[in-house]
Every structure is written in structure tokens, then in C-alpha cells.
């Protein structure tokens, strides 16, 4: 009998969630921006959102522990100012994968936004200001392409490593993911619980797929 | 009663319209990219003019200099949008309760709903969905939906041009009946002509982001103020000559040696002219009765097109026996055509009846 360890999966659930939550938060408004916008910079910014997609997510990992480590210059605002230090946290997990779902969240749902026809909320907004139009048109006919996009954030979000180790690192039972404790148990020779957790990793993401195919059948 | 003046300038396009328009339903008719679209969105709000001013029955909705600019949803303004736009995932009713205004009691909104679907003769189809639909029925949900706010004005943008030629005709017939019980003003956008005069009592013409002439649709047709105003409508046969004024309006036209007499006001001063005639207004003669009509001319057929119900003849003064070169575009019904037996390089009399000789003002 092996003992299969569930904390790595249920603070992958958690920190995919909440990176999920994050991204979409985050992303929404941004892919609105980028479909809808015509402003100076949006190329520029089209790029920013896109930069954690290309880099290795080591080097990304890097540059946001320079960032957010305590001398880092955004760690040491927080430390000073708020009291909180996140580094080699379970919330420096959140937020590597919140930076690593978002240009995928990003390029989905803004894919979702250019598919609706303008003159649909130009028709609205004869009748309704713009923020009505806004949750009463837009998203409803964009919600399947953020809904894709959540999915493929939590994938990425499931899966990620590279920024993780960086931020995070892999403090058993504090901030060791999934991933992590998989590539762990790898390195200590421990074949059956690497199998068991990547079996269970396996079928949390298809529970997660076939409960959303579920959800998404619609009429129009 | 919708009165604009408005400038904006975009890439390789300068819209710079005027209107005055009263109730009943105006034409806006022009080609492609002639600004009439553009000029629809400005009146609803959607896009804003550079400077200007829109005042829908006086009331101030756009003027740039006061730095007014009302919401699209507070102008009072009902648009049917070309494919029309309709809310794909709500139903008939929902997408007609969505033009409502914010605030309705729900029962009174159930009412209004209820009286437009039974209006539109849709009452069996208020669950359905606009996929679910005709495209007539959903021309009917767009009309419904942009009406049963009560809007002022009404502006409907090439309805007709998603639907099939075939049931145009009659889908043209049953939008003219359900707006005769509607009281305001409706600009109509359309690029077929024949379209603005079976539904409009007025049309303006409008190109390069200019209206060229308004007025009602019989003028418009018969007197073309300039040359781009007889090339919208059609008037082909636009001539150039020499005129002087003989009376009290009435000119004598030279023209390839001929003298021709024109009746009817005239815009254009003495001297070089552009005059026109439309091509079904030129009148054949039989070779017994010359003697009794007026601007005679002779001349051969020199290419034909036979459309059914009619012929369109090109005719050449000179005949050179190039069927590209030719003098007049004469148009005739297919019985006369037959009863005179007509033919390519059969000689002609034509007459040109000098009150539809019409002269043309310069362009500006």
C-alpha cells in the first residue's frame, strides 16, 4: 500500500484556481482593450502581454524575483509599506501562474471579443448606455471564448514549473505544486507516487473538461 | 423634422453633409462609400462628427462648438441596421423588450412587447430565436425592436440588401404599411434608385460625402440639377451643346448642328451647356408623322439590348458603323420595338420632347 500524497494536488487546485480567478479578472478587461480599442501603445501592449508566452519561464521567474524578492524593488514597497512579503509563498505560487495563464487567457478571450459583429453593440447601445450593453450583449456573447480561455489558463496554471521554482520554490507541504512534488519524486527514485500523482493530476484536469463541455452546450 | 450639418474628415474622406428633413420618409440614395451609411451612424451617435450640429425636431443632440454630444441611447433615435443586427441570444421578445426604455414596468414592457409581436404578425414566434427565423421575419424583429421605444426619428440602413431580390418586392410593400401608422421622421439609405422613389417622397443624393440635390422624387428623376446628379439617376444621354435663351423659358439648343428647343426652367447661364434626356423619354416617330413633331433627328441603330419587357437602342446621328460610338440611348417597349420592327442598322426618326430636354448646371 503506498501512501498517495494529496497536499501537492490540492495546493495545485488552489493555486490554479486562484490564478484562474486572477487571469480572468486581470485578462478580461485587457482582451476588451485589444479588441476594441484604437488607442496609441496598443501594439505596445499587445507585445507586454505576450512576453511570458516567449520567454523560458526561468528567465521570467528570474526577473520577478528580482522584482518582488525582499530587496527586489516592488518586495521591499510591500514589506516596508503593507508588512507583507510573498516570496517563497503558496502566494508567489499564484501569482507564477497567474503570469503564465494570462497571455493565453488574453489571446482567447480577445479572439472572443473580435468574433462578435460591432453592429450587434452598436444596436445596443441605441438603446442602453455602454456598461448595459456591456453585460447584457458583450459578455453573454463572449462567454464561451472566456470560458475556453479560463480553461486554458487553469491547464497552464496546473502545470506550471519553471516560474514556480524561481518564486515559489518547493517547500514540502508549503509551496511544492503538483508539478513539483511529480519532478520530486522523480529525483528520490519513488516511481509509484510520481505514477500516482501524475494518474490523479490526470484525472482532476479531464473531471475539470468533461464537468465544462457539460456547461457550455447553448442553443444560438 | 431632422435638421444636420456635420464635418468629419477620415482617411481619403471628407463627409460634409447637409440636411433639412421633415416627416414622412426621405431617401438617402448614393453609391458605395458615398457617406450615407456614415452619415446614419452620426445621427444615431455612433460615430461623431469633427464639427457640426444634429437637432432632431429641435432638439440639440450633437453641436460640437456647445460641446453637446448626447448618448446614443438618449437621442431618441431608432436604426435598423443593414443585416439587422439583431441580439443572437436573446428571443424575439428579448430582443425587442431590449429597446425599451430603462425603467419600464415590467407588465407595461409584457404589454408593448405583446402589441409589437401581434403589429409585426410574429405573436407565435416570441420564443424563437433569430436563427430560427426568415429573413423577412427578421427584418420585422429589427423594425419592431427599433419602434417600440417610440423614437422620434427612424433610420433604416439598406434594408433590403440581405434578402433575396425575389421577396423584396413584397417585403418593400409590407415595410411601407408598417410605417404608415408611424408618425416622425424616417431617413431611408439605399443605393437602387428605384428602390428611394417606390418608398420615399423625397430623395436626396448624396456622393463624396456630399449632398448633391434634395427634393421631391419626381424632380430629382426629371431635373437633375448637375451632370454627377443625371449620372446617379440615370439619365444617360447627357449632352454637351450650345444655348441661348429664347424666351421666357424656353433655350435653343445647338447640338451636332442641330437646332433643339428646351422648355422649362434652366440653372445655366448662356452659352457652352450639358443638357439631358432620359433614355425612356425619348420618343420614336413613325416615318408618316415627321412632319408634326418637333427636334427632329435622324439617325441609325447601331447596337441593341433586348431586356424582356423592353430595348435599350443606341443610336447614331452620324452612323460610322461603330456599335461603341454611338449618339443617344433610346429605351422602348418591346411591343413597340416589334410593331415598327425594329433592328440593329434600321434608320430612325427620333423626336426629343423639349419638355423633358432638361439643362444642367455646372458642377461645383
Known sequence: MIQIPLAPLLLSMKVAGLATVAALVLGTPIAWLLARGRFPGRAVLESIVMIPL???????????????????????????????????????????????????????????????????????????????????????????????????????????????????????????????????????????????MSILATAAVLLILALVGRMTKVRY | MLDLALDRRLPGFHLRTQLVIGDGITALYGPSGSGKSLTLLAIAGLIRPTSGTIRINGRTVFDANAGIDLAPHLRRVGLVFQEYALFPHKTVSGNLSFGLPRGTPKSKAADRVNETLHLLRLDSFAQHYPYQLSGGQRQRVALGRALIGRPEILLLDEPFSALDPAVRETLRQELLQMLADYKGTILLVTHDLQEAYLMASTIAIIDGGKVLQMGTREEVLHQPRTRRVAEHTSAKNILRGVACHDSDDTWDIVWRGHHLRADGPAPAAAGEVEFCIRPEDVRLVWPDRVERRVNLLRGRIVHELGRGLDYVLFVSLTDGGDPGKYDLEIQVRSRLYDLMTLCVGKEVWLSLPPDHLHLLAPDE
Open chain 1, 54 to 196: 516567449i520567454l523560458p519561464p526561468t528567465v521570467t521567474g528570474y526577473y520577478l524575483l528580482l522584482l518582488i524578492g525582499r530587496q527586489g524593488l516592488l518586495g521591499r514597497l510591500m514589506g516596508q509599506w503593507l508588512n507583507i512579503g510573498i516570496i517563497f509563498t503558496w502566494k508567489a505560487a499564484v501569482l507564477a501562474s497567474t503570469i503564465a495563464a494570462l497571455p493565453l487567457f488574453i489571446k482567447a478571450t480577445q479572439g472572443a471579443f473580435e468574433g462578435i459583429d460591432r453592429r450587434i453593440e452598436d444596436a445596443g447601445r441605441t438603446f442602453k448606455p455602454v456598461l448595459i450593453v456591456l453585460c447584457t450583449i458583450t459578455l453573454p456573447l463572449a462567454w464561451r471564448g472566456i470560458l475556453a480561455g479560463s480553461i486554458l489558463a487553469f491547464a497552464r496554471a496546473m502545470g506550471e514549473f519553471g516560474i514556480t521554482l524561481m518564486i515559489a520554490g518547493s517547500i514540502p507541504g508549503r509551496t511544492q505544486t503538483l508539478a513539483l512534488a511529480i519532478y520530486d519524486a522523480v529525483q528520490a527514485n519513488q516511481p509509484q507516487e510520481a505514477n500516482a
